[in-house]
Structures are given as structure tokens and as C-alpha cells.
């Protein structure tokens, strides 16, 4: 069974950090392009960043370029946001998402399989 869960969210002050992780099992995760969306209270679920199979290629919204940071361990099939610098609007339901067989993409319909997701909350 392909799951996803993802852990680390929390609540931060503004100019703060967290990293949250995104957990694999029951396929094999490097197969796989990871993504991380988000999506704040009233608003349409957002794309943050991704990372291909391999790790070699990243691609992030201009929102977090230069403050969030995504990053992958195969070996441990899981997957990484670091996100510094964080600011109120950061403030959201973080998910991660697998594509099997797309590539790096900013569009939620190329992904398969997501997590539950978890809350970040960042205070001014």
C-alpha cells in the first residue's frame, strides 16, 4: 500500500524555521518525483517546490525561493522541506505528493499519491 506521511509541522515565530519530513512506504521511492503544496484557510491548494527522482533537479515557487529548501534521502525514503525565514503568509496545510511517472511540475493533477498533510503556523 503506497502511504505518505508527513511530520514537523508546527507553531513558529516569524523569521523562524522548521523542516518538515515526508515519510514513504510500500513502493520504491526513487522511482518517484516528490512535490510539496500547501494550502492556506479559503484558498486553493498552492505549489512550493520539487525534486526529481534522483535529487539533481529542484524547481520552487518565486514565494519561497531563497527560504524554503526541498531535499530527498533515498536510502531513507523520505523527503525534506526546509523552510527558514518563514513569514505569517507561510502559514498553511503542507503536503507532500509522489508522481510516478511525470516529471518535476508545479501542477497538482501530475501527482498520484498524497499525504494527510500537516499544519504550519507561523505568528507575526
Known amino acids: 500500500q503506497v502511504q505518505l506521511v508527513e511530520s514537523g509541522g508546527g507553531l513558529v515565530q516569524a523569521g523562524g524555521s522548521l523542516r518538515l519530513s515526508c515519510a514513504a512506504s510500500g513502493w520504491t521511492f526513487s522511482n518517484y518525483v516528490v512535490g510539496w503544496f500547501r494550502q492556506a484557510p479559503g484558498k486553493e491548494r498552492e505549489f512550493v517546490g520539487t525534486?526529481?527522482?534522483?535529487?539533481?533537479?529542484?524547481y520552487y515557487d518565486d514565494s519561497v525561493k531563497g527560504r524554503f529548501t526541498v531535499s530527498r534521502d533515498n536510502a531513507r525514503n523520505t523527503a525534506y522541506l526546509q523552510m527558514n525565514s518563514l513569514k505569517p503568509e507561510d502559514t498553511a496545510v503542507y503536503y507532500c505528493?509522489?508522481?510516478?511517472?511525470?516529471?518535476?511540475?508545479?501542477?497538482?493533477?501530475?501527482?498520484?499519491?498524497w499525504g494527510q498533510g500537516t499544519q504550519v503556523t507561523v505568528s507575526s
Open positions: 525534486i526529481s527522482r534522483s535529487g539533481d533537479n529542484l
Open positions: 505528493a509522489a508522481s510516478r511517472y511525470g516529471g518535476v511540475a508545479s501542477t497538482a493533477s501530475t501527482y498520484d499519491y
